[in-house]
């Protein structure tokens, strides 16, 4: 999907482009299903890392993982669930360079940045901060994402190539972290984790034929949209999610080798 300045009013979402993986329940692959569908999403991920920065990954590209969202809490616990997956690489480039050489991957940082609540810091400048000591090509944000639909609570990855706005699918947006903000190229990756209360009853409505929805009954529910619900398998679907994310970002930095 690529978002125009047209379509823009009409979808709610800025220009740019929006890749959806449909990929079935997260939570009940198999071993064989999550390699193949970490193969897809790594291909995907490679793709737009050329359209953005005009080359794939190699050895002297540079990768910055932010893992946002708060760990403390399941449903948010994504990106800092990802990130303790990731293996970095970007300090054996300066201390190992011959066994940097022989992994043949591209220089890989992370960051799990935690939420304003947690650290006093709006969630860009830390992170913009670790892009410009660690001086990333790339900056990979990962975040949990509030549903449109039941169906795809925990069943998509969302990739965009205009950054991310923490907090936005819940209402408690903060500031982009974006190029304009960070300097810095990036690609925003989500999975599903939550769906509001309006969204649960529109979905109930359209299951039993009711095609129109009151505007006394719309303003009811928009009032609502405060209460956020998760899957019973919640803890289940970050730890899948993040180990398929994981690995579909070390396929993605994987390089030939010499």
Known sequence: FVSTRQSEERYG????HYVTLECGRIWEF??????CVSEVL??????????????????DFGILVAGLGNGDITADAIGPETVRRIEVTRHLRSYLPDAYRTLGVCAVSALAP????????????????AA?????????????????SVSRLATTVQLSDNGINP??????TR????????????????????????????????EAGVGHVSRELRQVLEQGRDFFVSPKE???????????????????CTVSAE
């Not at 291909?43 to 050895?59: I, K, N, Q, S, Y």
């Not at 935690?114 to 901060?129: A, D, K, M, P, S």
């Open 132 to 148: 410009g000591n660690a001086a990333p090509d790339l900056i990979i944000a990962i975040d949990a994402l509030a549903a449109r």
């Open 13 to 16: 979402k800025p220009c740019g």
């Open 30 to 35: 198999d071993d064989e299903r999550t390699e």
């Open 114 to 129: 935690g939420v304003l609540g947690q650290t006093g810091i709006e969630t860009v400048e830390l992170v913009r901060g």
């Open 42 to 59: 790594a291909g995907e991920l490679v793709r737009m890392c050329r359209a953005m920065c005009g080359r794939a990954p190699d050895r």
């Open 167 to 172: 907090g936005s699918g819940i209402g408690n």
């Open 175 to 206: 500031r982009a972290i974006s190029r304009e903000t960070v300097g810095v190229p990036v690609l925003a990756l989500g999975v599903p984790t939550v769906v509001s209360s309006a969204t649960l009853v529109y979905d109930a409505l359209r």
């Open 234 to 252: 919640s803890d289940v679907i970050v730890k899948k999610v993040a180990a398929l994310l994981a690995r579909a970002i070390g396929m993605a």
